[in-house]
């Protein structure tokens, strides 16, 4: 996922008129923002315990449910930041060695400290302490497919079973649906013409509900249509139409201008119909046909007008609060399930947090502060004493700035 901090190549996006600049060279603050409202997204969904006890509470649930697509969000700055970069450096030497180089520096050394915990640390360590077992179960590997989280293929494991695995890696289904999104499309974007790409991305879009239909009908199990790389891809793909869009001064973006805010607002005001009444089921059958490709374009339309238009749109997004979230969002999403697991087991019990202050929707907003104030430690750490220092190493595998570049770059 692009849940990144700092990355200012792929931070975009003002194209200055006449200039060689890239546009993936532009750090824009309200990006922070958006990965920020996904990663509060995602939080919201995983740190929400409220059983169904009363209509009020259904309602609450059920709109809690439509975090899970803070991914989606997720995925569609992803497909735009990262078609961003490759759109960009495609003519320059070792085109594919510093992408590929760059990508590993930023994803590679937390997720594999967390596989490396996971997978052989903490079985050890229940091994020494029986006593523990019980409660770190969820932290620690139920089987011997760690070579499929190794090799970023932890989404198909879960398909394979049509269940999920691992009590605090599976969140890494969407990490893994993005590192293979990055080997392919690279691949595509240095072979393809634009045009090429925009028929791709557009053919691929429209087909994704009958493809999802397709597979329901034969038999699969919603959670795999839900973790499966070809079913999940409308929000990379959206995110690469409009990277491409901003880079193109043809039919596409005029196409956009007029097409993505109407439907858009459409895709938003129906699922947030559903949304608000309780009914949104993320394994539903309606949602995954349709709902997802809503929901993914909804997003696009999001990120294309506050892209566009510098007013209210952008100013929330680059707000502070938002913006915090977003810098560390890469490390929260890898940290916050392994909290979740260890303050229910350890602190909030069911019993207990059903008890606080005598309500359970108070002790759920308590719990959200305390589970989101837990995990944020843990993200800092990360960010300084492992994260930050092999992004220093990224200077490395950088195209030479051209002289306006460099220019810019000194102002």
Known sequence: MSLVKGEKEIDLLVSPPCSTLRLSAQHQPFLDGMRGVAILLVLFVHFTGLAPLSPAKAVFKGISAFGAHGVDLFFVLSGFLITGILLDSRSDSHFFRNFYARRTLRIFPLYYVILAISFLVLPRFIGYFPQYAGKLARLSTFSNAWPWYVVYCSNYVAAW???????????????????????????????????????????YILILPFLRLALLSLGAGPLQVYVLTPTRLDGVLWGSLLAIAVRDDGWLPRFLARFIKPAGLICALSVAFVVVQGKWDVFGTSELVFGYSAVALAFASLLWLTYRNAGILRRIFSLGFLRFFGVY??????????????????VFGERRFRSLFCSSFEGQLLFYCVATSATIPFS????????QPFLRLKKRFAAPASPLQASATAQ
């Open 161 to 203: 079973n049509n269940a999920w695995r691992h009590g605090v890696l599976d969140v890494t289904w969407s990490l893994a649906i993005e590192e293979q999104y990055y080997l392919a499309w690279a691949v595509c974007v240095y072979l393809l013409s634009k045009r090429r790409l925009v028929q791709v991305c557009g053919v």
């Open 329 to 346: 969002s890469y490390s929260i999403y890898l940290f916050h399930k392994p909290v979740l697991s260890v303050l229910r087991n350890s």
């Open 380 to 387: 800092l750490l990360s960010w300084y004493c492992l994260e």
